[in-house]
């Protein structure tokens, strides 16, 4: 899995990624969705990954992700920032998988 940041997502998680002791994951939130195939996809910021979790490329940031949920998303995949909506969204070059996703801060 690839994901590239936008320059103004990029920007958004920098305070965050800036000291070199967090990591992002993408997570896929099936708590309460009655299925695994209705999940939610979210960002999260961890000190360090699960020992089951992927280390998937990034730009300008590397992605952990648990591979077990790989199988809902494409390869390649981008994530922006809207400041009107002040979102997160996560696309690919054929579809958007949310406009509104959130950042879990678990630190």
């Given at each position: 899995m690839h994901i590239t940041f936008t320059p103004t997502a990029?920007?958004?998680?920098?305070?965050?990624?800036?000291d070199g002791t967090k990591h992002l994951k993408l997570l896929y939130d099936t708590e309460?969705?009655?299925?695994?195939?209705?999940?939610?996809?979210?960002?999260?910021?961890?000190?360090?990954?699960?020992?089951?979790?992927?280390l998937g490329e990034g730009s300008?940031?590397?992605?952990?992700?648990?591979?077990?949920?790989?199988v809902f998303f494409e390869?390649?995949?981008?994530?922006?920032?809207?400041?009107?909506?002040?979102a997160f969204s996560l696309k690919s070059d054929s579809q958007i998988y949310t406009a509104n996703m959130r950042l879990i801060k678990s630190y």
């Open positions: 990029a920007a958004k998680l920098e305070p965050i990624m800036q309460g969705c009655g299925c695994v195939v209705s999940g939610v996809p979210a960002l999260q910021v961890i000190e360090a990954p699960l020992a089951d979790d992927t300008p940031y590397s992605v952990w992700y648990e591979p077990r949920y790989e390869p390649r995949l981008k994530i922006d920032y809207n400041e009107d909506r002040n």
